[in-house]
């Protein structure tokens, strides 16, 4: 069975620090890879995907998230995060081509301080 | 593109009445849409995968009787919460895949619900 793995539960940062959120999951076969942004009071949000291709990837507000697959990883990172990024990432994973049920990690609460 | 409705945004209803929570997807159509849980402070935890015109498969622990699911229609799906209990108080969230776009699921808002 898929499992979705986040390492950090709650991270706190100043303005303009680096972030890196590690989320592993475990999953043998093909696996297409999310990372969602739920900010305060709103819903779920895409903040990038990976299905194929290019292992580093590329999503809004300056987000980026590397799948690694010999480590089963899919870290997202921000080199500056800004007070805005107050919110709580989640990262999903689901196995196929389509209709098959996405899991989700527990969540990183990220505050970033002004 | 791609948005999904659900509606209410909040419902509030006394013990043993039913609640019925719908999903939309406004601009596409959806074969497979998903009902989720959420619980203060945590993740979401996925109820029951939905597809059009066939029954819904529920995940491990989720009383599919309690819980009713029904897709009709490629832009519709309704979640219905049986003889609803103060403990079945929480967030839910659906989320629809659309047709041709490979494995991506784009969400509603969730509905809020409290038994009182």
């Known amino acids: 069975a898929q499992s979705v793995s986040q390492h950090n539960h709650h991270v706190i940062l100043s303005e303009a620090a680096s972030l890196e959120l590690g989320c592993n999951y475990s999953?043998?076969?093909?696996?297409?890879l999310f990372w969602y942004v739920q900010y305060p009071g709103q819903h779920l949000q895409l903040l990038l995907k990976y299905f194929s291709g290019d292992p580093l990837v590329k999503g809004i507000k300056g987000f980026e998230a590397e799948f690694i697959k010999s480590k089963f990883s899919f870290n997202l990172r921000k080199p500056s995060v800004q007070w805005s990024d107050t919110a709580e990432y989640f990262c999903a994973v689901n196995a196929g081509t389509g209709g098959f049920k996405t899991i989700f990690g527990a969540g990183t609460r990220l505050f970033v301080k002004a | 593109g791609a948005v999904v409705s659900q509606h209410p945004s909040r419902v509030i209803c006394k013990s043993g009445t039913s609640v019925k929570i719908e999903c939309r997807s406004l601009?596409?159509?959806?074969?497979?849409m998903f009902w989720y849980r959420q619980f203060p402070k945590q993740s979401l935890m996925l109820m029951a995968t939905s597809n059009e015109g066939s029954k819904a498969t529920y995940e491990q622990g989720v009383e599919k009787d309690k819980f009713l699911i029904n897709h009709a229609s490629l832009t519709l799906s309704t979640l219905t919460v049986t003889s609803a209990h103060p403990e079945d108080s929480s967030f839910y969230i659906c989320?629809?895949?659309?047709?041709?776009?490979?494995?991506?699921?784009?969400f509603g808002q969730g509905t809020r619900l409290t038994v009182v």
């Open positions: 601009d596409f159509q959806a074969t497979t």
């Open positions: 999953y043998g076969g093909t696996v297409n």
């Open positions: 989320s629809a895949e659309a047709f041709g776009k490979k494995a991506e699921a784009f």
